[in-house]
C-alpha cells in the first residue's frame, strides 16, 4: 500500500483528499487522453496537408512553365554548366571561412570568461600590477590600434 509523501516533499501541505477522490481524478485524466491524441493526430494531419499542398502547387508551377524560356530555365543551365570540382572548391572554402568565424568566437567567449577570475586573482597578489591594455575579450585596446 502507498504512503503519502511527507509534508516537505509535497511543498509543506500534505493532500487532504480520499483514495476515492485520487482514483477518480486518475480515471478523468486516464479518460481525457483521447483529446491530447485527437491533437496529436491533427497536428499531423496539417503537416501532411501542408506538404501535399506545397509539392501541388510545385508541381502547377512546373506545368505552367513547361517549353517557356524563362529565368529559371537559365538558372537551371547555369547551374548545369558549373563544374563539380570547383563547386567542392568553394565549397570548401566557404566552409573554413565559416569554420573559423566559428572558432574565433569560441576563443573569445573563452577569453571572456576567463579573464575576470585571472585578474582578480592577479591582483590578490599584486595590487600594484598594471593592466596590458587588453580589452575583456583579448583583442588589443581600441586606443593602440592606430599607433
Same mark, same amino acid.
Not at 40 to 54: P, W
Not at 134 to 143: A, F, K, R
Given at each position: 500500500?502507498?504512503?503519502?509523501?511527507?509534508?516537505?516533499?509535497?511543498?509543506?501541505?500534505?493532500? +487532504?483528499?480520499?483514495?476515492?477522490?485520487? =482514483? *477518480?481524478? %486518475?480515471?478523468?485524466?486516464?479518460?481525457?487522453? /483521447?483529446?491530447?491524441? #485527437? $491533437?496529436?493526430?491533427?497536428?499531423?494531419?496539417?503537416?501532411?496537408?501542408?506538404?501535399?499542398?506545397?509539392?501541388?502547387?510545385?508541381?502547377?508551377?512546373?506545368?505552367?512553365?513547361?517549353?517557356?524560356?524563362?529565368? +529559371?530555365?537559365?538558372?537551371?543551365?547555369? =547551374? *548545369?554548366? %558549373?563544374?563539380?570540382?570547383?563547386?567542392?572548391? /568553394?565549397?570548401?572554402? #566557404? $566552409?573554413?571561412?565559416?569554420?573559423?568565424?566559428?572558432?574565433?568566437?569560441?576563443?573569445?567567449?573563452?577569453?571572456?570568461?576567463?579573464?575576470?577570475?585571472?585578474?582578480?586573482?592577479?591582483?590578490?597578489?599584486?595590487?600594484?600590477?598594471?593592466?596590458?591594455?587588453?580589452?575583456?575579450?583579448?583583442?588589443?585596446?581600441?586606443?593602440?590600434?592606430?599607433?
Amino acid at each position: 500500500m502507498a504512503t503519502s509523501p511527507p509534508a516537505a516533499a509535497s511543498g509543506g501541505r500534505r493532500d +487532504a483528499r480520499t483514495k476515492e477522490q485520487l =482514483l *477518480a481524478e %486518475i480515471d478523468r485524466l486516464k479518460s481525457s487522453g /483521447w483529446i491530447e491524441q #485527437a $491533437g496529436s493526430t491533427a497536428r499531423t494531419v496539417v503537416r501532411v496537408a501542408g506538404v501535399c499542398f506545397v509539392a501541388y502547387m510545385a508541381k502547377e508551377a512546373i506545368r505552367e512553365l513547361a517549353g517557356r524560356d524563362t529565368t +529559371a530555365n537559365i538558372l537551371v543551365e547555369f =547551374l *548545369a554548366s %558549373i563544374k563539380v570540382s570547383v563547386a567542392i572548391a /568553394w565549397g570548401a572554402a #566557404a $566552409g573554413g571561412v565559416a569554420y573559423g568565424y566559428y572558432e574565433r568566437k569560441l576563443r573569445k567567449r573563452a577569453v571572456h570568461k576567463l579573464t575576470a577570475r585571472k585578474s582578480e586573482l592577479e591582483k590578490l597578489l599584486d595590487p600594484t600590477r598594471s593592466s596590458s591594455g587588453l580589452t575583456h575579450t583579448g583583442d588589443t585596446n581600441p586606443e593602440d590600434d592606430g599607433k
